[in-house]
């Protein structure tokens, strides 16, 4: 993978402070008809203290690399490349490296996840108190002070404590199990909360208000946030920074205020003018042509190649590399000096 | 809430006349008429006695005065039904109260210790059999359950007779204990309890594992089922990226989730535990109430058998009412009086 120079050059020139740094992260599946990566030599640098958003459409890799993140690929995947954790006063944790009872600790101590199926992610024959209270027990946290923090988690979420941890989670709505789980996977004070398309069955006033919710969150207790989702419009409201995914790939990461502005992959620029928007007229909607690449097959060169009307032969023959467009803008793309040839239809607000 | 009880014993009360109305029309119904067959045998056996006093011994035995108009027959038989009168049993010669009353414990003591046995056999190999759902282990217990789940139990039991009782001469070929011992169940003499206790287990050992060769198939084969399905949950990942101890979720997430749907059939075999195991209690010459049921069956004492049928029905449906109340009780979803939303 060569695009790596360009990332690692772009990250190291900034001063930030990475939290995690991931280097050529593959997720691959061995399977009859091949191999199949589902990440595909990924390198990213989290920022402490960011919320960086992931999106990308659907089985792009980004439930993957939220698994990756934990080390929590599902077998048979297989986890290849460097995921490095860096602690606020520890020496760095190799994620990928530690031990069965070390990565116990890891997960939720200091990597947390809210899940996709978050509806399904509480024991429905345990009310939510022993949810809490199980967590706290396996990882050796006094119990008493726990609980206490669960409350007032549940509170800064506009949940009633008292009601939430009595009852079961047949007894709670949609959104009222979502901030529920969010409050149960902050419960540890973990560093980083990885969150994997947690509003996907939620309707848009419930997305919304949770999405203006993890902000304040985040500031309360200095947290650093990955957020997954395929809604571009609903992630731009809250990220401090982007990362689109593409293939399996990264294809462009920089602040969000620049994706929106002056995105310089012509499939991010694809994405923004897909986006359903109530101002705009039906007919300026573009959806995207063709379908995502296979994981076991994917076109060689750019693997955008085939859908961009910017594609010359050097696309379908050489892979991009990651360059800067500015600062710590990247994106990987042959032709992104000229992608002002593809106008920006649709207006995302922020 | 209340109105969820009330609704249950009303069906349960509805139940238990209803079958007992049942037998009060079949004896009146089944073809022959057991109570004129009765009158008549009686007639030609007693050839002294007038006709006023056969019909009294008609109704000693069956409850049933045959010359009454049938409401007046059907309310004395209620009547007395309730007031634990069951009539009087030809083939023992002695009430059908004190027959059951008598057969009951050593059917309750074969049946319950093999359905329990069964339950865990079962139970823990369904639970292992999903851990290591695919594997060879899998699909030899799969394979296994079903051929012995599938053979009935006195096939087993005619078996083991033939081998262990008559050929090896290890078990004994029936009864409940030896004739040479005491029955003694005293905790100041220990020594002859323990003999007694182990004589009474050495006569049921072959008619139990009969029974738990059968039955733990069916729990394992729907406890790999539950379990394959709560494993595969998303609460099972969320629980482990938590950091769950493995043991906690087994017992707490897999176990307790799987089980819970097996609850209610679990209390209907308790309920059918009294009707025992009616074809094996005759192969071991078992004297509970399935090897009764058979006898009167053979003599035609229809008493004693209306008797054991009303015995096993009731107790099936009290075991389904229990069932009913308790449910909610060891599952919140299905809790009537839902604690935070209602």
């Known amino acids: 993978m060569s695009k790596q120079d360009g990332i690692a050059t772009a990250a190291e020139d900034s001063d930030v402070d990475p939290i995690l740094r991931i280097r050529d992260l593959t997720v691959r599946f061995e399977m009859d008809r091949g191999t199949s990566r589902v990440l595909n030599g990924v390198d990213l640098d989290i920022r402490r203290n960011e919320i960086i958003g992931i999106v990308g459409e659907s089985g792009s890799g980004k439930s993957m690399l939220a698994s990756a993140l934990l080390d929590a690929v599902v077998a048979p995947g297989i986890t290849d490349g460097e995921i490095t954790y860096h602690p606020p006063t520890d020496e760095p944790i190799d994620v990928l490296d530690l031990s069965e009872e070390a990565r116990r600790q890891f997960r939720w101590e200091e990597i947390s996840m809210v899940f996709q199926g978050a509806l399904s992610s509480f024991n429905p024959t345990m009310d939510i108190r022993g949810h809490f209270e199980e967590t706290l027990e396996a990882h050796g946290y006094p119990i008493g002070p726990g609980i206490d923090r669960a409350a007032e988690l549940l509170n800064d979420l506009y949940l009633d404590p008292d009601r939430v941890l009595e009852s079961y989670p047949h007894e709670l709505s949609g959104g009222m199990k979502q901030r529920a789980l969010i409050a149960l996977a902050l419960v540890l004070e973990p560093e980083v909360l990885v969150m994997d398309e947690p509003t996907a069955a939620l309707d848009l006033l419930m997305q919304r208000s949770i999405v203006s919710l993890l902000a304040d969150i985040r500031d309360k207790h200095d947290l650093t946030m990955v957020f997954i989702t395929h809604d571009l419009p609903l992630v731009t409201k809250l990220a401090d920074r982007i990362g689109v995914l593409y293939a399996f790939e990264f294809v462009e990461v920089g602040e969000t205020e620049a994706i929106l502005r002056d995105p310089a992959h012509p499939y991010t620029r694809a994405l923004l003018n897909a986006t359903p928007n109530l101002d705009a007229p039906l007919e300026e909607m573009r959806p995207i042509d063709g379908s995502a690449p296979d994981p076991v097959n994917v076109p060689s060169g750019c693997a955008y190649h085939s859908r961009c009307p910017l594609a010359t032969d050097d696309c379908e023959r050489e892979q991009p590399r990651m360059e800067s467009v500015t600062g710590s803008h990247d994106v990987a793309c042959h032709h992104w000096t000229e992608v002002d040839e593809i106008p920006l239809t649709n207006e995302v607000d922020r | ?342």
């Open chain 2, 1 to 342: 809430m209340r109105r969820y009880y009330f609704e249950r014993t009303a069906q349960l009360v509805f139940t238990v006349l209803a079958v007992m109305t049942l037998t009060f029309f079949l004896v009146r119904l089944l073809p022959g008429g057991p109570a004129d067959a009765l009158r008549a045998n009686l007639i030609r056996n007693n050839p002294e006695m007038t006709a006023d006093q056969i019909d009294r011994r008609v109704e000693a035995q069956l409850n049933i005065m045959p010359d009454d108009p049938l409401h007046v027959q059907y309310l004395t038989y209620i009547t007395e039904l309730l007031q634990g009168d069951m009539g009087q049993s030809l083939s023992q010669g002695a009430p059908v109260t004190d027959v059951i009353a008598s057969a009951a414990p050593w059917t309750i003591f074969t049946v319950g210790t093999a359905v329990a046995i069964a339950f865990v056999i079962g139970i823990s190999m369904g639970a292992l059999m999903a851990y290591r759902e695919g594997s060879r282990f899998d699909s030899g217990a799969t394979i296994t359950s079903v051929l012995l789940n599938s053979v009935p139990d006195y096939i087993y039991g005619i078996i083991f007779l033939w081998i262990l009782g008559y050929q090896l001469d290890i078990f004994p070929t029936g009864g409940r204990y030896s004739s040479s011992t005491e029955p003694t169940i005293n905790l100041l003499t220990p020594i002859q309890t323990l003999a007694f206790v182990g004589d009474v287990l050495w006569h049921a050992a072959l008619l139990i594992s009969a029974i738990v060769l059968v039955a733990w198939g069916g729990w394992a084969l729907g406890m790999r089922g539950n379990s394959v399905q709560v494993l595969g949950e998303d609460y099972l990942r969320v629980a482990r990226l938590r950091g769950l101890p493995q043991r906690h979720i087994a017992f707490r997430y897999v176990g307790r989730n799987a089980v819970l749907p097996m609850y209610t059939s679990m209390l209907i075999t308790i309920g059918f535990l009294l009707g025992g195991s009616i074809i094996l209690e005759q192969v071991f010459s078992y004297p509970g109430m399935g090897y009764y049921m058979i006898e009167a069956l053979e003599r035609r004492d229809y008493p004693l058998m209306m008797g054991v049928f009303l015995v096993i029905t009731i107790t099936v449906a009290i075991g389904v009412y229990v069932a009913d109340l308790t449910y909610g009780l060891i599952d919140p979803r299905a809790r009537v009086d839902g604690g935070g939303s209602s």
